[in-house]
């Protein structure tokens, strides 16, 4: 691709780099370019030791594995084993959520329950009595329906998803037997599916990869999420920075890089506590900042600044002035010990899960919460000592960002509107055309796609067509860091019917100029509030999720947990937009089934465009379709 869009951040963090001699992910990508067509296209399969086979998809050599397996059942079996791998990681997140719940209201962990309005709203959905009762008590109800589905051999249908999920939609997954019991059972029966000598249809290995993507959706991201909120609380609308430039060179910077905000939430609660102790070794204070998704966690909840998305990770520790970075779970690059370990930095990782060499290890488990957080606090201020007086090269690009927009706070504000029938301005400017269409752009950053800007040019494509854009995860970073969170973001880039719309809204909100057109939804596991935004809307206009004027798009994957997160959109009905390809397109049935035939089962299909505008026409003339079905 050619360098001549790349994100002018990016290019002073690869300058600081490149100028301390460090070797970058883009370094090691070329030197393993061009990386293997097999593994792209999906045809290689070595569950067994017969193998590795790998089938060329234009006809040359094998047909099959040596099993006789076949292009579309290996791509499939592929497919089915990174949707388990992104279902998994978002169901552990839950289950450690959903464990500390339990432990805090045992008196065993040292939190306290924050989100009381999302405890009622939960009791109300799963018919949990609140009259006259203890918080505590209605919430242990709701800790106890959830753990029951992490135990159940019943087969019943898990309650998460039975409850949480559009009635609708629910039935037509129940006739396409992807409903499921205990996520447990259904990871190991993938597991098992897709070992040698099991599942070899690729049409039962398909739909077992929609089954699974709603584990993710349901269970992994919706009750993950519903538990976070009850334990810290309903996000607000709030006004953060986001960018490298976030760090401070006098001050104890602690980034805070992972996902989970167990860890995160006492971190910034032990950062403060000892902000005197910051100021006794000569610090202006402790500067906690977020990074990935636990960043989008903190800002969203406190407003915390955003540092870097995940392909600047290893970028910001070469700046010299991270102090510690403190890690959990989940897309924690092991070249980052190496990096810190240049520098005064404290590279501190706390889960049994992740144990990276050269690292300092903290465990950090939640019944000492409070010992350990304290722990690595106390690390990052040691690390300034060291690091005070010597030289740090912090690029000052920065720009702020609004934050917060949980389905609650979005509600919250359009009620302004219409206190009686919140989502009716929505509604009505969805019908009238100023809003044409939503996208949920969400996933990873990756510098595969880093050089053409491919996240915030498909923005920008589809607010001048007057599509709102919900985001999550590090497309969140990537649009706050160009300024997309902004209301110059609505005057430059939105058209007409769109600015209109956002400047009601930000007069609503009581900012100076319009809500931005970007709106900061969180991490990626609040992609359940995307979801749920769309069913409230979907049900306020009597349609399915599926008919509305939604697309979703992950345009710079690179998890496995966008795969599972993508496949949860698409069993709801909801198209998606991907770059790039999934690695399918050595089995030209699953291709088919994906990008055509899943129409009829589902009414979505997939896309791949790997350049914005393309991505963004496609995405407009799919709305567009969806609108014309409407009526509108
Ligand atoms: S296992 Fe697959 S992706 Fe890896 S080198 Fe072999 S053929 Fe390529
Ligand atoms: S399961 Fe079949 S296709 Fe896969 S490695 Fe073994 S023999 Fe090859």
Known sequence: MADTTLPVIEGALLKVAQDKGFATARDRLEVMSPQCGFGEL???????????????????GPKTGVCGLTPDAMVARNLLRDTVGGTASHVGHARHVLLTLRDALNGKAPYQIKGVSKVMALAKTFGVPTEGREVNDICRDLVNIALEDFGRQDELPNNWISKRAPAEEQALWSDLGLMYSNPHNEIETAMHATSMGNDADPVSLMLRVLKMSLIDGWTGLTLCVDLQDILFGVPEIAVTEAAVG?????????AAHGHN????????????????????????????????????????????????????????LATGAVDAMVVDIQCIWPQLAQVAKCFDTAFITTDAMVRIPDAIHIP????????????IVQKAIDAF????????????????????????????????????????????????????GFVGVVGCSSIKFRDNAMTEEMVKHLL????????????????????????????????????????????????????????????????????DLMV?????????????????????????KAVSIGGSFLALGVSCHIAPAPRILGGPMVTKLLTEDLQELTGAVVRVELEPKGAADWMIAHIAGKRAALGI
């Open 42 to 60: 999906g045809t290689c399969c070595r569950i067994c030791y017969m193998g590795p086979c790998r089938i060329d998809p234009f006809g040359n």
């Open 246 to 254: 976030v760090l401070e060179e006098n001050s104890v910077n602690v």
């Open 261 to 316: 905000p167990v860890l995160s939430e006492k971190i910034l609660e032990w950062a403060e506590k000892l902000e005197g102790d910051a100021i006794a070794a000569g610090a202006e204070r402790i500067n906690v900042v977020g990074v990935c998704c636990t960043g989008n966690e903190l800002s969203m909840r406190h407003g915390v600044k955003l540092a870097a998305h995940n392909s600047q990770t290893e970028l910001i």
């Open 364 to 375: 950090f488990e939640p019944h000492h919460a409070d010992e350990s957080a304290r722990e």
């Open 385 to 436: 000592r060291r690091r005070r007086g010597k030289p740090v090269d912090i690029p000052r690009h920065k720009s702020t960002a609004v934050a917060g927009l949980s389905v609650e706070a979005i509600v919250d504000l359009l009620a302004k509107l219409d206190a009686e029938d919140p989502l009716k301005p929505v509604i009505d400017n969805v019908a009238n055309g100023n809003i044409f």
């Open 464 to 531: 001048r067509q007057n599509v709102l854009v919900l985001t999550t995860g590090c497309t969140a970073h990537i649009c706050a860091q160009d300024g997309l969170m902004t209301s110059e973001a609505t005057y430059r880039y939105c058209g007409d019917g769109l600015k209109a719309v956002l400047e009601v809204l930000g007069k609503a909100a009581g900012l100076d100029g319009p809500l931005p057109p970007v709106w900061h939804m969180g991490a990626c596991v609040d992609n359940s509030r995307i979801v």
């Open 536 to 560: 409230a809307l979907a049900e306020r206009l009597g349609v399915k999720v599926g008919q509305l004027p939604a697309v979703g798009s992950a345009p710079e994957l690179v998890q496995e």
